[in-house]
Nanobody
Framework: QVQLVESGGGLVQPGGSLRLSCAAS????????MGWYRQAPGKERELVAT???????NYADSVKGRFTISRVNAKNMVYLQMNSLKPEDTAVYYC???????????????WGQGTQVTVSS
């Protein structure tokens, strides 16, 4: 069982910045991948960025060059630094983790409750 708690969302003007944090806790052997997804009103949830425990990252085309995902594995945390925010970035942002509960377990996905990011003037 893995619990994910996001923080750092809020209201920001276009061009501004926010830093989202996600802390993982519970019983798990390893977290192989952590990432951020977002869902805007009327749209499907979409990938924003992911990071493996080995440091490989992946970004949606819409956020490349503006967002940066980072992990502190020893603290079981993942961050999303969002710069040059645009109104179209407005969404609920969800933390995601792919974790194994034991050495021999398959990887399962876990989700946080989401944090609202609103970009508006």
């Amino acid at each position: 069982q893995v619990q994910l708690v996001e923080s750092g969302g809020g209201l920001v003007q276009p061009g501004g910045s926010l830093r989202l944090s996600c802390a993982a806790s519970g019983s798990f052997f390893s977290i192989d991948i952590m990432g951020w997804y977002r869902q805007a009103p009327g749209k499907e949830r979409e990938l924003v960025a992911t990071s493996t425990s080995g440091g490989n990252t992946n970004y949606a085309d819409s956020v490349k060059g503006r967002f940066t995902i980072s992990r502190v594995n020893a603290k079981n945390m993942v961050y999303l630094q969002m710069n040059s925010l645009k109104p179209e970035d407005t969404a609920v942002y969800y933390c995601n983790a792919g974790a194994r509960r034991s050495l021999w377990s398959l990887r399962y996905d876990y989700w946080g409750q989401g944090t609202q990011v609103t970009v508006s003037s």
